[in-house]
């Protein structure tokens, strides 16, 4: 692998090619990266190159025509990742923030949401008019942080990764 500069090192990469590498890391496949992307395969292979040549390591080895993340590659597209993810979050939240009033975000699971939870939102918004409430529903246990959520109500383990469990009382 060649270098063109010693700065080229010390550039931060664009965020295309950033999302380019996560996409191809997830899929281990340039193609389906592409295609997720809406650009081509050689686009995707360049910005990989790019990549490896400013990063100064390789991120893929090429085994025939497929491709296959190196441990530095691996590492590398786990901690992309959640920084991606809480970039996403960052323009969410802005975008929030220029609105009128706050938005609650609420991941629960459907059946509580459709028999309890929504019947009772009417109540909440004429107790607290400024509050927007944003509903999603998830079965599964996830981080909260990287998702975007305030809350999560969930019925089940203690199995949450990086979050405080507050158990609601039964009545």
Do not use: C
């Not at 292979?45 to 441990?71: H, M, P, Y």
């Not at 938005?103 to 939870?117: E, H």
């Not at 009772?120 to 918004?125: M, N, P, Q, R, V």
């Not at 246990?141 to 039964?170: C, E, K, M, Y």
């Amino acid at each position: 692998m060649t270098f063109k500069s010693p700065e080229q090192r010390r550039y931060l990469p664009s965020l295309v090619i950033l999302r380019s590498f996560e996409s191809a890391a997830r899929h281990e496949n340039f193609t389906l990266a592409a295609e997720g992307l809406h650009l081509t395969q050689s686009a995707i292979s360049r910005q990989i190159k790019n990549l490896e040549a400013i990063v100064g390591i390789r991120l893929f080895r090429r085994v025939g025509r497929r491709v296959q993340l190196t441990d530095a590659g691996r590492s590398f597209a786990n901690e992309l990742s959640g920084d991606l993810d809480r970039t996403r979050q960052t323009v969410f939240r802005t975008i929030s923030a220029g609105e009128t009033g706050a938005t609650l975000r609420i991941a629960t699971l459907p059946t509580f949401a459709n028999r309890w939870l929504i019947p009772h939102l009417s109540d909440f918004e004429t107790k607290h008019p400024d509050i927007r409430v944003s509903l999603a529903t998830r079965l599964e246990p996830f981080q909260i942080s990287r998702r975007g959520f305030d809350l999560a109500i969930h019925f089940g383990s203690n199995n949450w990764p990086d979050t405080r469990i507050t158990p609601l009382p039964v009545r």
